[in-house]
């Protein structure tokens, strides 16, 4: 079931370097979120943090709180692991696993923590998460080839379908499109709209006009300066921001008079 994930005071660090400074925000389940910003703002740093990936760099750590279903994510006791099997990530370039056919790409989180698995169980999986990514019609009848054989387009609706088989809470996708041509981009942008309805999910994009299309909500981060850390200059429904942010960077931005 889609979590709300609630925000407090979050900074967070590379070693001793603050790259973002002190975050609060609520994302409301089965909604949309899109944050936007200039380069090096921190919007991507913070989407890793949802889900913890950002640790993987060593030195990394946070300040703050990240709440969903109650559980901070940061508890001492929470296993990172889990953590990023509640809350899934799609990134900006399609990465199916070249050597695995479509269908072991769909399995391969499920297969990390269930080694054995009946084969039925196996196909149920895999139909509906290409169905959940719109893609099965068009790959049933070669579910063996490589992934890496499909369109970049159809790689993406792919790295989808394996990020919602393991029935995550949260969806968080960093510039999902930013790789893909128009028509790609289309689809992906129908596919979170059908998507919402069962996950939260959270954006990170430079374009203007996709923030404006697929999100219900948009933060907008921006550096205070060189070599200062991001911020969330402000959140507030996406409408609202496109048409009278509360704050005249925001505005700025949006109309591109600078980033």
């Known amino acids: 079931m889609a979590k709300s994930i609630d925000v407090s005071d979050l900074d967070i660090y590379y070693g001793d370097f603050l790259a973002v400074e002190g975050v609060s925000m609520t994302i ?36 703050g709180k990240i709440v969903i279903d109650g559980q901070n994510m940061y508890d001492a006791d929470v296993d990172p692991v889990q953590v990023r099997r509640s809350v899934g990530m799609v990134f900006q370039r399609p990465n199916p696993f070249p050597t695995m056919s479509i269908y072991e790409n769909v399995l391969a989180g499920n297969r990390l923590n269930s080694k054995r698995m009946p084969k039925s169980e196996a196909d149920s999986i895999v139909e509906k998460s290409l169905k959940g990514a719109n893609l099965w019609e068009e790959v049933k009848n070669r579910l063996n080839k490589p992934g890496s054989s499909l369109s970049g387009g159809q790689q ?16 968080l996708m960093d510039e999902p499109c930013s790789a893909l041509d128009p028509i790609s981009t289309s689809a992906i942008e129908d596919l979170i709209h059908d998507l919402k309805s069962d996950y939260t999910i959270v954006i990170v994009t430079h374009n203007m006009q ?20 991001g911020r969330l200059v402000e959140m507030n429904p996406t409408s609202k921001i496109f048409s009278n942010p509360d704050e005249p960077s925001t505005e700025a931005y949006i109309s591109g008079r600078f980033g």
Do not use: W, Y
């Open 156 to 171: 993406q609706r792919l790295c989808i379908a394996r990020a919602i088989a393991v029935e995550p809470q949260v969806l």
């Open 28 to 63: 409301r389940a089965r909604s949309v979120t899109a944050l936007i910003g200039p380069s090096g703002c921190g919007k991507s740093t913070f989407l890793r943090s949802l889900n913890r990936m950002h640790e993987v760099i060593p030195g990394a750590r946070v300040d």
């Open 210 to 229: 996709q923030a404006a299309r697929v999100s219900e909500d948009t933060g907008f981060f921006n550096l205070a300066g060189a070599g200062k850390p």
